[in-house]
C-alpha cells in the first residue's frame, strides 16, 4: 500500500511540475482568421479579398497597388500558424513585425515569401526575403500548405509543411502587426493561429 501510495505522490509531483513548464512556456493559441469572418484584420491596398466556403481568397487587383489583411493587434514573439492554397503564378506571402500598419513590405517588415515563380528563387517560397534565402525553393502551388513561423526574440525560423526552411538571428523588426500578401494569382487563407511567447 505505501508503494502504490508513493507511486501516486511521485506521478502527481511529475505531472504538476509537466503542467508547470506548459503553462510558462506561453500563451494559449488564439484564431486570427477562421473563416467566418476578418474581424481580426483591416484591410488595405487594392486586392479584391472575399469571404467564401471558409475561406477568404483574392484573385484578382481593383487597382495597381498590393492587397493586405493585416492584424489590429501588434505582435512581438510568437508562433503563427496558417494554411494556405496558391495557384502556381501567385505571389504572396505573410509579412511579420512590421514597422507599422499602413506600409507592408519587405523594406518594412519581415517577408515571409509565398512564390513560386519569383525571378530569383532564393528568396521565393519558404524564404525570408532579404534575410534568409534558400536552395532548392520548395513549390506551394497547386496544393494546401501550412506555414508555422516562430519570432522570438532575434530568432526568427520558418516551417513549411513540417520541413524548416530557413532560420535566422536578426534584430531589425522587434514588433508590429502580421500581414496577409495578395500579389498576384489565386490566394486563399482558410486557418491562422497565434501563440505568443
Do not use: H
Not at 131 to 144: R, V
Amino acid at each position: 500500500m505505501k508503494r502504490f501510495s508513493r507511486i501516486i505522490i511521485g506521478l502527481l509531483v511529475v505531472g504538476s511540475t509537466l503542467f508547470g513548464c506548459a503553462t510558462m512556456s506561453g500563451g494559449n493559441w488564439v484564431t486570427l482568421f477562421d473563416g467566418k469572418d476578418l474581424d481580426q484584420w483591416y484591410i488595405i491596398g487594392d486586392a479584391d479579398w472575399k469571404l467564401e466556403k471558409g475561406l477568404v481568397m483574392a484573385d484578382k487587383k481593383i487597382g495597381k497597388d498590393n492587397g493586405y489583411l493585416v492584424t489590429r493587434k501588434n505582435y512581438s514573439n510568437f508562433q503563427l500558424r496558417a494554411e494556405f492554397w496558391v495557384d502556381d503564378t501567385a505571389n504572396s506571402g505573410i509579412f511579420i513585425r512590421c514597422k507599422d500598419g499602413k506600409t507592408i513590405g519587405a523594406a518594412r517588415c519581415y517577408e515571409v515569401n509565398i512564390f513560386d515563380q519569383r525571378s530569383d528563387p532564393y528568396f521565393g517560397t519558404g524564404a525570408i526575403v532579404g534575410f534568409a534565402g534558400l536552395d532548392p525553393m520548395p513549390k506551394a502551388g497547386g496544393k494546401w500548405n501550412t506555414y508555422e513561423i516562430t519570432a522570438d526574440g532575434p530568432n526568427l525560423t520558418v516551417v513549411l509543411n513540417g520541413v524548416k526552411t530557413v532560420e535566422v538571428k536578426n534584430k531589425k523588426y522587434k514588433k508590429g502587426p502580421i500581414a496577409l500578401q495578395y500579389g498576384k494569382g489565386v490566394v486563399k487563407f482558410r486557418k491562422v493561429e497565434i501563440r505568443e511567447l
